[in-house]
């Protein structure tokens, strides 16, 4: 759905070819292992709300794994920023934007997740846009 119109030929597929992300130091799940790395972060997410870790961290990360995976050609980020918001809606949150001022940011915490497995970064930023949506709902209400 996230393709529908712009590319309808690899839309909800696995790619069957290796990719680089430009400018980013993580690389990437190889093709042939997509499959394996997707059930593998399905089962940590389904480990990490069994043992009730917290909505934010369980967002983030799995936003980062998802993304350091790469398995598909296009939309990868899009789907990704998907799995967060839904996730943090799961758990009762509001869905969190990345403004364009922040994005170099969420690049540079999110290519730290994936190089050095070390996610507070990326958990303190979710976290911190999710005080900042929460502060801009209230002065709506």
């Not at 529908?4 to 430009?22: E, F, K, S």
């Not at 292992?33 to 069994?50: C, H």
């Amino acid at each position: 759905m996230i393709l529908r119109g712009i590319d309808t030929d690899h839309a909800g597929a696995y790619r069957h070819r290796d990719v680089v992300i430009i400018g980013a130091l993580h690389a990437v799940t190889p093709h042939y292992k997509i499959a394996d790395d997707m059930e593998e972060l399905i089962y940590w997410y389904t480990s990490a709300i069994e043992n009730n870790h917290h909505p934010i961290e369980i967002a983030a990360i799995l936003h980062s794994k998802f993304v350091n995976i790469h398995p598909f050609l296009d939309g990868n980020g899009r789907t990704a920023r998907l799995l967060m918001n839904f996730e943090l809606m799961r758990a009762g949150y509001l869905p969190v934007i990345i403004q364009v001022d922040e994005r170099q940011k969420y690049y540079e915490v999110l290519d730290h997740a994936g190089v050095h497995n070390d996610y507070a970064g990326l958990i303190d930023m979710v976290a911190s846009l999710e005080i900042t949506t929460l502060e801009e709902y209230l002065k709506l209400v």
